[in-house]
């Protein structure tokens, strides 16, 4: 490994000053010992590998998987353990999307599991109950004192809310396209169901959560026909596809005239950060792979969309009656 490493600074090197006299000097040793590196008579330890990378403006990525086809490193996101590391993630996944605003060709494919996260940050009960879901998966103060989400809401930091509104808004103003399955709604309707069977969250506040369940696909619809976001500066466009073939997995895909980098779920909430271009490269191909044999909502007959979106409703609607009727039978088939 170390000889297909030297090989490779070697392409990054000045050509005006000796190869063998400037790792000498990035690496503060003599001409010899220079020398038995480049020629891998005497290794190279951890601490002058990572000189030469930072010398050299080589990625750890580049650095490790010199010689390697199949490992790639990834960065993971923060970790979130309270109402202020959630802020925290909020405030960093805004400040790494807001930079995609101002170039114009950059694009988002999201592949929707569930709801893209951005259409429910806003002012709603529903945002809030998200909130509430996340914390309630990662803050085992929470899980013990049983907090309902009735209590929960009045107790949500403005500054929390402030963050999750604005991560919301940015994403008006980027191209987006997103690819949806007949399931992507469930995963939100479930959440709802959950807590309301397990006695933490009311009636009331639940048959809120799935109006606003409901204006979320009513807006996905109107940008789907319209093929762009609604209140945008930027005049974003918006895709919507649908795949009848494949399970989404919640991976995003950043394209930008730059690069591509990808997003992929750890945990809940977390994620692993992939900037290594072949693998994204790779994911994008796969992305297109799936486009390819799914619907484009603008495209396909008013019969296809109703349908489609019609199944939503009734999905929703059922929610609402298993929780006005409190029946012991439900599911969303």
């Not at 003599?30 to 002058?48: H, V």
């Not at 923060?78 to 995609?100: F, R, T």
């Not at 093929?227 to 918006?238: E, H």
């Not at 490269?281 to 979106?309: A, P, Y």
Request: hydrophobic share 35%; with cysteine; charged share 25%.
């Amino acid at each position: 490994m170390q000889k297909e490493f030297i090989t490779y600074l070697k392409t990054k090197a000045n050509d005006k000053t000796s190869f063998v006299e400037e790792i000498a000097s990035v690496l503060d040793i003599g001409y010899d010992a220079a020398y038995r590196r480049i020629n891998s008579k005497t290794s190279l330890s951890l601490e002058e590998s990572v000189k030469l990378a930072k010398h050299y403006k080589i990625s750890l990525n580049k650095l490790y998987e010199v010689g390697s086809q199949t490992t790639i490193l990834a960065d993971l996101s923060p970790p979130i353990h309270n109402k202020e590391g959630l802020e925290a993630w909020l405030d960093q996944s805004h400040n790494s999307v807001y930079p995609l605003t101002k170039l114009k060709s950059s694009s988002i494919i999201y592949s929707a599991k569930d709801i893209p996260l951005f259409h429910t940050l806003k002012d709603s009960y529903l945002s809030r109950y998200k909130i509430y879901v996340w914390l309630k998966d990662v803050d085992t103060n929470m899980t013990k004192e049983k907090v309902s989400f009735d209590d929960f809401i009045k107790t949500i930091p403005d500054t929390l809310l402030d963050s999750a509104f604005k991560l919301g808004e940015v994403y008006k103003d980027i191209n987006i396209t997103e690819i949806w399955n007949n399931t992507t709604i469930n995963g939100s309707l479930q959440q709802v169901l959950y807590y309301f069977e397990a006695g933490m969250l009311s009636k009331e506040l639940a048959l809120l959560i799935c109006n606003d369940i409901e204006d979320v696909i009513r807006h996905v619809e109107e940008q789907a026909i319209k093929q762009s976001l609604v209140g945008s500066k930027n005049k974003a466009i918006y895709n919507l596809y649908i795949n009848d073939i494949h399970t989404m997995s919640n991976t995003i895909m950043v394209n930008t005239p730059y690069q591509k980098v990808f997003f992929t779920p750890f945990t809940v909430i977390s994620y692993f950060k992939i900037e290594h271009q072949p693998t994204c490269e790779l994911m994008f191909e796969f992305f297109e792979k799936q486009m390819s044999i799914s619907k484009l909502l603008v495209n396909s007959g008013e019969k296809d969309r109703s349908l489609f979106f019609n199944r939503m409703h009734q999905k929703i609607n059922k929610l609402r009656t298993r929780i006005q009727l409190d029946n012991d039978v439900f599911d969303f088939e």
